[in-house]
């Protein structure tokens, strides 16, 4: 019997409300209920006049010289399809595109989109039929009733998440470089995501992700603390507590360069500084700077040079004689890999909360870089320049027991 109400709500265009049940009645009736239309407004009791109307007039003095003809036509006198209740194929549609990580607002537009193609120029009657086409608000009720499903709250223990070991930490590469590059504005609380890379033949492949709340260095030192512990004594190659021997990371000072583009000259200076072969020559350029006559007339780049000389092992290439750079001196891995992260990976939205970014990350990044050394093998990048052939079976190995590649280490 509902399954024929349903149907009757379809084929009718009404939605009916029950509005009064019956008890089953012996044997025969199994099922008795009354329904209404949604619209339907109980009439008021009828209230009789203590004192009549009074009128001047006794009888009618208009004369009726035009016939009229009334037609009534047994139609609702309001709109039906536009106060519909959504149908359980657009909830399904809409939830679907929730679990991909759309909004309220583009996984509407999303569907709106499919209807168009669908219905083609029946689009504008489909479109207020609320059963295929909800509104907004509602699309925005149940992403927020789907998600406290999914994810839970914003804060609580349910914010806790499992961790996850991988494999790309038996890479060679691993224990010799890493790279670290943090964004944000990928979550409605703005958490930040610190990714950790390594070198490879198919680019930069991660060894973990950190997401904190904060860029401080002392939130950031107990991140990689406890991403130490959690990998242990065979995470970074075999070096375990040590961590890898190099570390490239988009630290605040290489962001205030920008000053040294003034003149040439002064860019000059610190370019010669930065790529001279050997470390006597780094004092002996740093001295000359100090004296140079351009550079002394700009006391605010002279204390910046003082700064950067205090750090010069962190910069200059002299110092990195002893360290398996791979020819990396610069922190592209990590942008480049930031920028999968949003647009292939978070397709520029936003999380709900911590627990669906953390979600959307451990369920999509693995197949991105899982299908990246795919297309590596199989000559989808690289056509024309391939990987030598130790890193290919390397890579090949992993791509056996892709299963268990799933090469993140994850701390919340």
Known sequence: VKEWVQKLKGSSGVTWRVDVTRPRLGKRVLFKASYKCQHRVNPRA???????LSSKNAHDTQEYSWGNEVILINR?????????DVGEKANNILTGLFGIGHTPTSALAVLKHDLQMEYGQRYVYVSANREICPDLPYVQRLFHKVCREEYGTRTGPTMLAALKLQKVHQLKHSGELC????????????????????HSCAGGLPLGILLCQSEDEQTIAQGLEQ??????EKGFAGRGHEGPQ?????????RRVGSLTETAALFAIVKEMLYCQEIGSVDRLYSEARGHPVAASYEKFLRYLDRLYARRECWA???RGSFLTRG????????????????KILQRTKAFNLPQLFDLLTSRLETYYEARIVDVCGEGIYPNNKPSPPEVSLVIGHKKISHQMTSLLWIT
């Not at 609702?76 to 519909?84: A, E, K």
């Not at 991403?227 to 242990?232: D, R, T």
């Not at 190099?246 to 290489?254: D, I, K, N, S, V």
């Not at 990396?328 to 999968?340: G, I, K, L, P, W």
């Open 317 to 319: 290439l002299s110092y």
């Open 227 to 232: 991403l130490k512990q959690v990998v242990g």
């Open 179 to 198: 790279f670290i590059d943090s964004s944000g504005n990928m979550d409605r609380e703005n958490c930040r995501v610190f990714l950790l890379l390594t």
């Open 46 to 52: 009828a209230k009789s006049k203590e004192h009549l």
């Open 328 to 343: 990396n001196h610069t922190n592209n891995f990590a942008e480049a890999a930031m920028r999968v992260l949003k647009d």
């Open 246 to 254: 190099l570390q490239f990371g988009g630290g605040c000072g290489a």
């Open 76 to 84: 609702h006198n309001h709109n039906l399809f536009v106060h519909r």
